[in-house]
C-alpha cells in the first residue's frame, strides 16, 4: 500500500467535491436568469447539491466494508464525470436538478471512502490528518472559485458551460492517483467488532434522524417534479416505519452522545455550507457585483485551507470540543457583523474573516470527535455524521435560506410600496408551504427606477438573513460547552481506542507535521 499517494489521491478527490460547489455556486444567479429561477429554486439546486450526499455516504457505509474501497470509488469517478456532461447538456431546471442530484451522489461516495480510509492509515493522530484531508475542500474552493471568475472576466461573453468544463481537472487526476491502489482494512474491522455491534453502537435513536432526513430528500424530489409532496410532520410520522424496523432488530438507542452531535450536525453544516452556498448570491446583491460575491467564497475558503494544516497543535492545546466551541462563538459574531455592515467593502471583508476563521475546523473537528469516541461503530458512524450534515443542508438549510429571503424580501417591498408590490409578488408553493416571493420575471418587465427598486431591497432583505442563520452557530456553542463541562466531571476529554495503542492525547490530536509543513 502506498500511502502517501493514497492519501493524496483521497486529498484530490475532496478537491474535486469542491470544485463543483465552487462553479455551482458562482453561476447560479446566471441560472436563475437563464432559467427563470425563484430564489427557493435556486435554493433547491443547492441543496439537491448536498443531500444527495447522504443517501450514497449512509448506504454505502452499511457495505462498504463488504463491496470494498476500490468499487465505492470508481462509482464515484464515474458519477462525477457524468454528472458534469448531463449539466452541459442541461436545457431545463429539471435537467439541472438532476444533473446536481448526481454529482451530490458522487460527492457521497468519495467521503464514504476517505474518511474512513484517512482515520485507519493515521488512527493516532485522527483529528489532525482529518482536518489535513478536508482542507481540499476550501483548497478546491479557492482554485476552482478563481479559474471560474477568471473564465468569466477573460470572456465575459462566454456561456456558464465553459466554466462548468473545468470540474473534469481535479475528476480526472484522482482517477489516475487512485486506480489500482491497495486499500487498507478498516479499524473497526481489524480490531474484530462486528458488523452487528456497529449497528447497536449506531441503534435506532440515528436511524429515526437518518430516515428522517433521506425522506425528507425523496420529499423535495417530488416537489420539484410536480407530484404531491408530503408535510414536515408526514415525514416525521413516515421515518418511524424503518426506525422501527431497525429498533427491533439492533434493540439498542445507539449512544445518546452521537444522536446529540447529528443533531447539532444540522446547524453545524447550515452555518458552513449553507452559507457558502449563498454567499456569492448575497456578497454580489449587496455589493452589486457577482464576481465580488464570488470572491469572498475564495477568501474565506482559503482562510480555511491555510489554518487546516494547523488543527493539530490547536486541538492539543485546547482540545477538539475547545475549538468547534471557539469556532461557534466567532462564526456567530463573524455572522451577525456581516448583517449589519451595509454595503462598505472594508467592513464586510473583516467581518467574513471572522465568519471564514469560525467555521474553518467545523466539519473535520467534528468528524475527528466521532473517530475517537465511537470507534466502534466504524465506517456507519463516521460517514453518517457527514451524510447527516449534507441531507439536513440540503433538504432544510439551503431551501430554508431561500425561503426566509423570499419571505423577508417580499414583506419589505409590501412595506415600502404596495403598488410596486402587486406588480412582482407571486403566491409560490414550496417545501416550508405556500408563501409569496418577488417574481423574477415580472421584475425584469418593469421600468428601470422600479426594477432597481426592487433590487435593492432583495439585496437587504439577503443581508439580514445572514443575522438569523447566525443563532445556529450560536446554539453550538453553547451546546459544545455543555459538552466540555460533562467530560470535565468524567475526567476530562480521552480518545477511545480499540486496539494497538493506548490513548495518549498528544497521539490522537496534533503535534505531528503534515507533509506540506515541512
Same mark, same amino acid.
Given at each position: 500500500m502506498n500511502q502517501q499517494r493514497l ?131 476550501? $483548497?478546491?474552493?479557492?482554485? $476552482? ?155 474565506? %475558503? ?50 467574513? =474573516?471572522?465568519?471564514?476563521? $469560525? ?8 468528524? $475527528?470527535?466521532? %473517530? ?5 461503530g466504524g465506517a456507519l458512524m463516521l ?85 438569523k442563520i447566525a443563532t445556529l452557530p ?24 480499540? =486496539? ?19
Amino acid at each position: 500500500m502506498n500511502q502517501q499517494r493514497l492519501f493524496l489521491g483521497c486529498f484530490v478527490a475532496i478537491v474535486a467535491t469542491a470544485f463543483g460547489f465552487a462553479v455551482r455556486s458562482n453561476i447560479q444567479s446566471v441560472w436563475a436568469a437563464e432559467f427563470q429561477l425563484t430564489n427557493e429554486q435556486v435554493g433547491y439546486l443547492g441543496g439537491v447539491g448536498l443531500y444527495p450526499f447522504a443517501i450514497s455516504i449512509i448506504l454505502l457505509s452499511l457495505v462498504i466494508d463488504k463491496i470494498g474501497y476500490n468499487r465505492a470509488m470508481f462509482f464515484a469517478f464515474f458519477a462525477h464525470l457524468t454528472s458534469a456532461v448531463l449539466t452541459l447538456m442541461a436545457t431545463s431546471f429539471e435537467m439541472l436538478y438532476f444533473a446536481t442530484f448526481l454529482y451530490a451522489l458522487a460527492n457521497g461516495a468519495v467521503e464514504a471512502v476517505v474518511n474512513p480510509v484517512v482515520a485507519t492509515i493515521y488512527d493516532k493522530n485522527k483529528t489532525h490528518w482529518l482536518n489535513i484531508l478536508h482542507a481540499g475542500w476550501p $483548497g478546491g474552493l479557492v482554485v $476552482g472559485g478563481l479559474l471560474s471568475i477568471g473564465i468569466a472576466r477573460m470572456w465575459p461573453e462566454a456561456s456558464w458551460k465553459m466554466q462548468m468544463a473545468i470540474v473534469f481537472l481535479p475528476t480526472i487526476l484522482y482517477g489516475l492517483l487512485l486506480f489500482g491502489q491497495k486499500w487498507p482494512v478498516q479499524e473497526r474491522v481489524a480490531a474484530g467488532v462486528s458488523y452487528f455491534d456497529m449497528l447497536k453502537e449506531f441503534g435506532w435513536g440515528s436511524a429515526y434522524i437518518c430516515s428522517f432526513l433521506l425522506i425528507a430528500g425523496i420529499n423535495q424530489i417530488l416537489l420539484v417534479a410536480g407530484i404531491p409532496n408530503m408535510e414536515l410532520w408526514m415525514t416525521a410520522l413516515a421515518a418511524l416505519v424503518p426506525t422501527v424496523i431497525f429498533g427491533i432488530y439492533v434493540q439498542s438507542f445507539g449512544r445518546p452522545m452521537f444522536v446529540l452531535l447529528l443533531l447539532v450536525m444540522m446547524l453545524l453544516a447550515t452555518t458552513e455550507l449553507g452559507t457558502d452556498g449563498w454567499m456569492p448570491t448575497i456578497i454580489g446583491a449587496i455589493l452589486k457585483n457577482a464576481e465580488h460575491g464570488a470572491l469572498f467564497l475564495v477568501y474565506t %475558503s482559503f482562510i480555511m485551507f491555510v489554518l487546516r494544516f494547523f488543527a493539530g497543535p490547536i486541538v492539543h492545546r485546547i482540545s477538539p470540543l475547545g475549538l468547534l466551541a471557539l469556532c461557534a462563538a466567532i462564526a456567530a459574531i463573524g455572522l451577525t457583523w456581516l448583517s449589519f455592515a451595509g454595503t462598505a467593502a472594508l467592513t464586510l471583508f473583516i467581518a467574513a =474573516t471572522f465568519y471564514a476563521f $469560525g467555521k474553518t475546523f467545523f466539519w473535520p473537528t467534528t468528524l $475527528g470527535v466521532i %473517530s475517537e469516541q465511537f470507534p466502534k461503530g466504524g465506517a456507519l458512524m463516521l460517514n453518517a455524521i457527514a451524510g447527516v450534515g449534507m441531507i439536513a443542508v440540503g433538504t432544510l438549510g439551503g431551501p430554508g435560506i431561500g425561503f426566509v429571503q423570499d419571505q423577508d424580501a417580499a414583506a419589505i417591498v409590501k412595506q415600502e410600496d404596495a403598488t410596486l408590490a402587486t406588480k412582482v409578488i407571486s403566491d409560490k408553493k414550496g417545501l416550508f408551504g405556500d408563501h409569496q416571493a418577488i417574481d423574477q420575471v415580472k421584475v425584469d418587465a418593469l421600468p428601470a427606477e422600479e426594477k432597481a427598486k426592487v433590487t435593492a431591497i432583495d439585496a437587504r432583505s439577503k443581508q439580514g438573513t445572514l443575522r438569523k442563520i447566525a443563532t445556529l452557530p450560536a446554539i453550538m456553542c453553547l451546546i459544545y460547552i455543555g459538552l466540555i463541562v460533562y467530560f470535565q466531571s468524567r475526567g476530562g476529554y480521552t480518545a477511545q481506542v480499540l =486496539t494497538g495503542h493506548a490513548a495518549e492525547d498528544e497521539k490522537f490530536t496534533g503535534g505531528l507535521r503534515a507533509p506540506m509543513e515541512g
